[in-house]
């Protein structure tokens, strides 16, 4: 699989600075769809900006499955998690585009979070079809991409591709300045 597009894994720092809660607050974006006790999954999760709050939000009866293709993101998600208490809650995957990559997980998952990822993923369908088969039925995906990097059309290419995949949309999500939608599983 060619990952020409990906973020580097020194960037993931730049992901974490204190200022960035003011347009993506994890606590304003999140809040409304988690619920302690979930098993939620950050999807392209880098060094768990997201996925700290989410751990916070679904408790120690939750679980939050964090994807990634960089070992050294999921390292730096274990350090911060462990220093945050959450350390159980969260559960790091690195994926290397197998089949097994997501093995145990089918239907498994009452959210996802899919936040600043998909521009980087060579093969979206690909990608929202196992987004598909890990969520539960009625079950949400968050889906947002950077205006930065991504045009207006080309997140409504991501966005067909989702419903192709067997999303419904159900309207853009509650994210200042980003391309974003909240996707269901019929
Ligand atoms: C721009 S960062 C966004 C990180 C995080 N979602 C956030 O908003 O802070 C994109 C992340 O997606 C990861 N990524 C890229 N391609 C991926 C793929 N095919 N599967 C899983 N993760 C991927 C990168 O390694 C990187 O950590």
Redesign the pocket.
Known sequence: ME?SK??PWW??YM?LVPIRKFSHNPQKILSPYLKPGMRVI?????MG??SLPMAQMVGSSGKVYC????QK?LDKLKCRAEKAGVREIIEPKL?AGNESDFEGMEQSADFALL???AH??PDRKK?FADLYRMLKPQSFLYFAEPPGHVKKEEFQQSVSLAEQAGFNVLGPANVSKTHSVILQKL
Do not use: H, N, P, S
């Open positions: 990952y990906v973020c960037m993931g992901l950050d999807f392209g999760c880098a900006y997201f994807f990634d293709i960089q993101m994926i936040f600043a990822v980087e993923v990608l």
